[in-house]
């Protein structure tokens, strides 16, 4: 009874480049939906990861990205394109999905916007190799048929920032 519309607006300066950890819009609580501004730098990448609770829609405002999904098992079939300024592509729910700026000179930027208010986000490679306590080396090893010194050397990477 007491809704007016201010309720519904975010003077949120999605025309200016932002600290991506920092550009989601709170004043979209308990609507249901998420958006958020990414900003890539040249070369720059949003890794493999997953929304488990949401679809994504990801729309190019500048720039150039590739990007793309997989597929569940068994077929594991990526779906990739190259987007240009004013293009759309649509990750489905819990799908892994990546972003890529291919350009090396020029940054890009993009608007997700998400089908839930809590999509939730699990970097994959922050998951397996930077998990705590550590999944051990010789489950890895073997997943990923490599040597156990290769997994050793992934899981003491920096994980917690690898993607910004």
């Not at 493999?48 to 679809?55: D, E, G, V």
């Not at 079939?77 to 819990?94: R, S, Y």
């Not at 999905?97 to 350009?103: A, C, I, K, M, R």
Request: net charge negative.
């Amino acid at each position: 009874m007491h809704v007016n519309a201010d309720d519904f607006f975010k003077a949120a300066e999605l025309d200016k480049p932002r600290n991506t950890k920092d550009s989601k819009l709170p004043g979209l609580n308990t609507l249901g939906i998420s958006l958020a501004r990414i900003d890539y730098a040249p070369l720059g990448e949003n890794p493999p990861h997953t929304h488990p609770r949401a679809t994504e829609i990801l729309t190019v405002l500048e720039g150039t990205l590739y990007v793309g999904f997989v597929t569940s098992n068994p077929n594991n079939t990526l779906f990739a394109k190259i987007l240009h300024k004013g293009d759309v592509f649509v990750f489905p729910e819990g799908l892994i999905h990546f972003q890529f700026n291919p350009v090396h000179d020029k940054p890009a930027v993009a608007l997700a916007a998400l089908s839930s208010q809590n999509p939730g986000v699990i970097t994959i490679a922050n998951a397996v190799f930077g998990s705590k306590p550590p999944i051990s080396d010789d489950i890895l090893a073997k997943a990923f048929q490599v040597e156990k010194g290769t997994i050793d050397w992934l899981q003491a990477q920096f994980w917690e920032s690898n993607h910004y």
